[in-house]
């Protein structure tokens, strides 16, 4: 494994990239990375800009297409045409990005416990409230506030500790900059129907954040795509139910081959 400031790239293989959900960074696809690499696969799992490792995002205001090109740049450095493309929550949000952009970059595409439309009234108003706790009172506050809804019933502790953990070491500049480019992004609904390549939507059963119909709402949407979901897991399913998350990565990779 050779770890770069904001990357982790293990084993060797077809390209799989990563991208995190928020207020964490790539240490959330250890047992993803691990398993791909074990498959025959090579997982690169970014830092997204002002997470980790990397440096805060330079556009201004904050959006979802400084991620997205923060990941084209990223697939450009390393000499990649064409990856698998895995995004979970913020991370999805930002595949979906790139597969506006850039399409004929994306040998796959997998949408974890995501969606494509933009947020509401409602959750615009949220994210006001949560910057503020943010500038206020840093990331560690906001993950105590986002804990109840992130995890489903039976989350191990030791998952609620990694994120407490990973979520404290954010800046509030980088964890700032992401909840205005949410609270900011467009409607990618029109991009599903675009989507050309083999896609699977992955959810867990108790994710309330943006439940299965959603999942198999934007399945439809996609031609030829699946759904798979998670059972007994949260939003967070690759953390909750990292075994039943990878199986369900390999089947569909054995069935698009
Ligand atoms: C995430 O898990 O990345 C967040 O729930 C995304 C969001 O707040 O919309």
């Known amino acids: 494994m050779s770890e770069a400031p904001a990357m982790t790239d293990l084993g060797a293989g077809d390209p799989w990239v990563l991208l995190h959900s928020f207020p964490v960074d790539r240490r959330m696809w250890a047992a993803q990375c691990a398993a791909l690499a074990a498959d025959g696969h090579r997982a690169l799992a970014l830092d997204l800009p002002g997470f980790g490792g990397a440096p805060r995002m330079a556009n201004d205001p904050p959006s979802l297409d400084g991620y997205a090109d923060a990941v084209l740049a990223a697939l450009d450095a390393l000499g990649l045409d064409r990856v698998t493309l895995v995004g979970l929550s913020l991370g999805g949000y930002v595949a979906l990005r790139v597969a506006a952009r850039a399409p004929g970059r994306l040998a796959g595409l997998v949408l974890a416990d995501t969606r494509a439309a933009a947020d509401g009234p409602e959750a615009r108003a949220g994210r006001v409230l949560n910057l503020g706790l943010v500038r206020s009172r840093g990331p560690s506050a906001l993950i105590e506030k986002m804990l109840p809804h992130l995890l489903g019933a039976d989350a191990p502790e030791a998952v609620r500790a990694a994120l ?60 030829g795509s699946r759904v798979e979901v998670v059972e007994g897991a949260g939003h967070l399913s690759n953390l909750e139910r990292p075994e039943a998350f990878n199986a369900a990565l390999r089947r569909w990779s054995a069935g698009r081959a």
């Open 164 to 223: 407490r953990g990973w979520a404290g070491e954010q800046s509030a500049g980088g964890v700032s900059d992401a909840l205005l480019a949410m609270r900011d992004r467009g409607d990618a609904t029109p991009v599903l129907a675009t989507i050309a390549c083999p896609t699977l939507l992955l959810v867990g059963s108790q994710d309330t954040i943006t439940p299965p119909a959603e999942h198999a709402a934007m399945a439809a949407a996609i031609a």
